[in-house]
């Protein structure tokens, strides 16, 4: 079986550690903040500006002045600080945040990533992504391994005009967990039920399978 | 006297000498922290052909999303764009020019155009469609593209509170891409929520020293949310 998209926020929040900042995408990405570990303590990074994003506010707390990088109204967390947008991108491009999670349309066995722009489609733009992608020595990427045709979106190259360059080393599908090195996807774990001959099959780009692929566990909820 | 007092009286005196054909830097984020008096103004003016750099283009009817209604945006650098319908068809249809900008480089261009750095190398871009013909470099072992740095004929600012004097403190995200805007015009006109008396503010808490700020007048906000999200 396929990951949920709770299980892939569940399995990227195993990759936290202890005193990790961390910033977090649109999407799945969003999820891993309901995941964290026990025991865990972790700073999530907006890129708007704010370092110890909170939970959604109540009612009461609502404030327009308080947003996140999603324009979504959040709070800050005690030990927050706030920043301009300057600071922020500081922070990031100077590879001072110790993991980024972010989506993706493509990623090839280059560690290159697509994610914001389908030719001939309306294209709203970029947003933070390239900065990050560029600054994070540390990236998760997360997707769905094939599109709905059967398409494999883990290439040999991109085909989609690129967000960075050389800067993907992590790749979270909703069938695999993959590392990429040396010019090649290496299976290092595969979801609940799903066979390497899937992923082998789902995957257009170099894939290394080693003798001993673990399959991932979960928690029954 | 004067002085240093940066007050001005009325909207129209803010935005004086502002005319067709020029550049205006907006901070915000979203609708968060955006000068929605002095867009308001511009649009009342009718001046177009303008150049506005700002990180997004608001929404329908709402911050710069009016200054579509009249056409008065010939083009617009920004990171992320199209949340709006008006804008979609615009940029469809070729009326306005969208110079797309990765978030961190639209930050530091405005960040350098005010600290007069004419442009710098970032590793931002590269590779990418937005690295097409801007010069590369390589430095131990990376590389980078030349980015330019960003001046605007105007600057429009939202801030919290501010002093006569133009000394201004921002309140939490509304604080984004407002202290680089303020850095980066030929004219920085600032509006906040208060104006307090010189000495009332903490110098160690100022973002925006006054030397930055041309005029400042203190204006009533609706400060629209784009997207309510709430815990029960």
Same mark, same amino acid.
């Given at each position: 079986?396929?990951?949920?998209?709770?299980?892939?926020?569940?399995?990227?929040?195993?990759?936290?550690?202890?005193?990790?900042?961390?910033?977090?995408?649109?999407?799945?990405? $969003?999820?891993?903040?309901?995941?964290?570990?026990?025991?865990?303590?972790?700073?999530?990074? %907006?890129?708007?500006?704010?370092?110890?994003?909170?939970?959604?506010?109540?009612?009461?707390?609502?404030? &327009?002045?308080?947003?996140?990088?999603?324009?979504?109204?959040? $709070?800050?967390?005690?030990?927050?600080?706030?920043? &301009?947008?300057?600071? %922020?991108?500081?922070?990031?491009?100077?590879?001072?945040?110790?993991?980024?999670?972010?989506?993706?349309?493509?990623?090839?066995?280059?560690?290159?990533?697509? &994610?914001?722009?389908?030719?001939?489609?309306?294209?709203?733009?970029?947003?933070?992504?390239?900065?990050?992608?560029?600054?994070?020595?540390?990236?998760?990427?997360?997707?769905?391994?094939? %599109?709905?045709?059967?398409?494999?979106?883990?290439?040999?190259?991109?085909?989609?005009?690129?967000?960075?360059?050389?800067?993907?080393?992590?790749?979270?599908?909703?069938?695999?967990?993959?590392?990429?090195?040396?010019?090649?996807?290496?299976?290092?774990?595969?979801?609940?039920?799903? %066979?390497?001959?899937?992923?082998?099959?789902?995957?257009?780009?170099?894939?290394?399978?080693?003798?001993?692929?673990?399959?991932? $566990?979960?928690?029954?909820? | 006297?004067?002085?240093?007092?940066?007050?001005?009286?009325?909207?129209?005196?803010?935005?004086?000498?502002?005319?067709?054909?020029?550049?205006?830097?907006?901070?915000?984020?979203?609708?968060?922290?955006?000068? =929605?008096?002095?867009?308001? =103004?511009?649009?009342?003016?009718?001046?177009?052909?303008?150049?506005v750099v700002s990180n997004n283009c608001g929404v329908d009817g709402f911050g710069l999303g009016i200054l579509l209604e009249d056409r008065q945006i010939r083009k617009i650098l920004a990171s992320y764009v199209g949340e709006n319908a008006l804008f979609e068809k615009q940029m469809l249809n070729d009326e306005i020019e969208v110079v797309l900008t990765p978030?961190?480089?639209?930050?530091?261009?405005?960040?350098?155009?005010?600290?007069?750095?004419?442009?710098?190398?970032?590793?931002?871009?590269?590779?990418?469609?937005?690295?097409?013909?801007?010069?590369?470099? =390589?430095?131990?072992?990376?590389?980078?593209?030349?980015?330019?740095?960003?001046?605007?004929?105007?600057?429009?600012?939202?801030?919290?509170?501010?002093?006569?004097?133009?000394?201004?403190?921002?309140?939490?995200?509304?604080?984004?891409?407002?202290?680089?805007?303020?850095?980066?015009?030929?004219?920085?006109?600032?509006?906040?929520?208060?104006?307090?008396?010189?000495?009332?503010?903490?110098?160690?808490?100022?973002?925006?020293?006054?030397?930055?700020?041309?005029?400042?007048?203190?204006?009533?906000?609706?400060?629209?949310?784009?997207?309510?999200?709430?815990?029960?």
């Open positions: 079986m396929a990951l949920t998209r709770e299980q892939m926020a569940q399995r990227v929040a195993r990759e936290l550690e202890d005193g990790f900042y961390v910033n977090l995408g649109i999407g799945i990405p $969003t999820l891993v903040a309901n995941y964290i570990p026990d025991g865990i303590d972790v700073m999530l990074q %907006s890129e708007n500006g704010l370092l110890g994003m909170g939970r959604y506010p109540t009612e009461d707390e609502l404030d &327009s002045d308080m947003i996140n990088a999603g324009k979504e109204t959040v $709070t800050a967390r005690p030990g927050a600080a706030i920043f &301009s947008s300057a600071e %922020s991108f500081a922070m990031i491009r100077g590879g001072h945040v110790d993991l980024t999670v972010l989506g993706a349309f493509e990623v090839d066995q280059h560690g290159n990533i697509a &994610s914001w722009m389908i030719p001939g489609k309306l294209i709203k733009g970029m947003g933070g992504a390239m900065d990050l992608v560029a600054g994070a020595e540390n990236i998760i990427c997360t997707m769905t391994h094939a %599109s709905k045709h059967g398409e494999s979106k883990l290439l040999e190259k991109c085909e989609l005009p690129l967000t960075g360059a050389g800067c993907i080393n992590r790749v979270l599908t909703d069938l695999a967990y993959l590392e990429i090195k040396d010019g090649a996807f290496i299976l290092k774990e595969r979801a609940p039920g799903v %066979s390497v001959e899937e992923i082998m099959e789902k995957t257009a780009g170099k894939l290394i399978v080693p003798d001993h692929v673990p399959e991932m $566990t979960f928690d029954a909820e | 006297m004067a002085g240093f007092d940066k007050r001005v009286a009325s909207y129209e005196e803010a935005m004086e000498g502002i005319e067709s054909g020029m550049t205006v830097i907006a901070g915000g984020f979203g609708l968060c922290g955006i000068p =929605e008096n002095l867009i308001a =103004e511009i649009k009342r003016r009718g001046v177009d052909d303008l150049t978030q961190g480089t639209l930050a530091e261009k405005m960040r350098a155009g005010g600290a007069g750095i004419p442009a710098f190398y970032t590793a931002t871009g590269y590779g990418t469609p937005i690295g097409d013909g801007k010069e590369v470099r =390589e430095f131990n072992g990376r590389h980078y593209i030349l980015e330019e740095a960003i001046v605007g004929d105007f600057a429009i600012v939202k801030g919290w509170k501010a002093d006569r004097y133009g000394n201004v403190m921002y309140r939490h995200t509304a604080q984004n891409f407002n202290p680089m805007a303020a850095t980066a015009g030929k004219i920085t006109v600032v509006e906040v929520e208060e104006i307090v008396e010189p000495g009332e503010l903490e110098p160690s808490q100022i973002h925006t020293p006054g030397i930055y700020v041309d005029r400042i007048i203190q204006g009533s906000f609706e400060k629209r949310i784009e997207k309510r999200t709430v815990r029960s």
